[in-house]
């Protein structure tokens, strides 16, 4: 009986894989176009986008193994808008920074561009699972360009395998990762910037490890900490996610977390975790952290995207247009009333005293659409295999 239940719920998995192939095959065995989610009309100048990876090198790029040592540089990128024709791949230049002294050149060097543009931030952006070097470094340029960003834009590479099929071994290599996000923000700091950091998806533990690291003796550390489905344990009664940014909201000035309650992939994560929900998928439950001082909760539910509903930050104006004014420094109630949040009333609260559940305003048409609904619907009765 077990065993004809267990090979039933592998045909739906397979089934539910080819559905979903589009979005969640390998990184590694596709060459994306990355393009802007806005037409001509939107067209703003290619961003320059700083970077700092783990990667071993290879050919005149980086690719899929860790090589223990940090490998940085820049690169003008240009991303091609909604319409027009694709656009090459960047010219990659090499700023060495191995070492506390070229480390804090390199930070120089991203100082010298935060003051070009007349600030002193930085976006840091930290990828998710199964991104190559090239996916990660032109989506970080579009999500520059799309949320008009114009201050220094870092994006911190880490050795994703680019592989769907080896998430666990993705787990690993983003652990390695968080030392030298370390190393990134104190150098950054020691210049006299202010990371703003986004950390996506698996992204979002090394963004919250590094800065809990930092944040032992609280002090003005990061501006805003977006974290966009975040693949981080937030059990009932053991939630490593609310421990993790109560010590982080020390040292940020505000923490903003996006979840969705039709992102397929971390409901797989779920089940490989064993049973351990995420915190990226559970827009409801993320209000309990609004508790916190300084942190808001934005469900994303609607906002549409790749088939997995786990990209919605690269995908959707909506979350692109939402995000341009978190960093901004608008609040939730101001972003409602430009009409890109919607407010619906929440237990014990109320959108009319500041309160209440804040949706991205998603058009009726572009919701997600029936097949969607019916995968969402099925996906929890395929898994978990545990």
């Known amino acids: ?223 805003e900490m977006i974290l966009m489905a975040p693949d981080v344990s937030a059990q009932a009664g053991n939630d490593d996610f609310g421990r993790l940014v109560a010590r982080d909201i020390a040292c940020t000035r505000r923490a903003t977390v996006y979840a969705s309650d039709y992102d397929l992939a971390l409901m797989a994560s779920e089940s490989i975790h064993g049973g351990v929900p995420r915190a990226g998928q559970q827009p409801l439950r993320n209000l309990q952290y609004e508790a916190m001082p300084r942190v808001d909760a934005v469900d994303a539910t609607f906002g549409p995207g790749d088939p997995s509903g786990h990209a919605y930050f690269v995908f959707a104006h909506e979350a692109l247009s939402d995000l341009m004014w978190v960093l901004q420094g608008e609040t939730l109630q101001q972003r409602a009333a430009k009409g890109l949040l919607t407010c619906v009333e929440a237990p014990g609260s109320n959108c009319a005293n500041g309160g209440g559940r804040y949706l991205l305003a998603v058009a009726d048409a572009r919701k997600p659409r029936l097949g969607r609904r019916i995968v969402r619907a099925i996906w929890p009765v395929i898994l978990p295999f545990q």
């Open 1 to 223: 009986m077990r065993a004809g239940r267990n090979i039933w719920k592998a045909a739906m998995l397979a089934a539910m894989a080819m559905v979903l192939s589009g979005c969640t095959l390998s990184a590694a065995l596709r060459h994306d176009e990355i393009r802007s989610v806005w037409g001509p009309g939107r067209t703003l100048p290619a961003p320059t986008v700083f970077f700092a990876t783990d990667r071993q090198p290879a050919g005149d790029g980086f690719g899929l193994d860790w090589g223990g040592v940090a490998h940085c540089g820049r690169a003008t990128v240009r991303i091609a808008n909604a319409v027009s024709a694709a656009a090459p791949d960047p010219t990659l230049t090499p700023i060495d920074c191995e070492g506390a002294g070229q480390m804090t050149q390199f930070a120089a060097a991203i100082a010298a561009a935060a003051k070009a543009g007349n600030c002193n931030r930085v976006l840091v952006i930290v990828h998710g699972f199964n991104l190559t070097f090239r996916n990660a470094m032109l989506h970080g340029a579009q999500i520059a360009m799309d949320s008009q960003w114009r201050c220094a834009t870092l994006l911190l590479n880490w050795s994703s395998e680019g592989m769907f099929n080896r998430y666990a071994t993705d787990i690993e290599r983003s652990g390695y990762a968080v030392p030298l996000l370390i190393e990134l923000l104190r150098a950054l700091q020691a210049q006299g910037l202010t990371p703003d950091i986004l950390g996506h998806s698996m992204g979002a533990r090394i963004t919250l490890s590094a800065v809990a690291a930092l944040c032992a003796a609280p002090a003005p550390l990061v501006g």
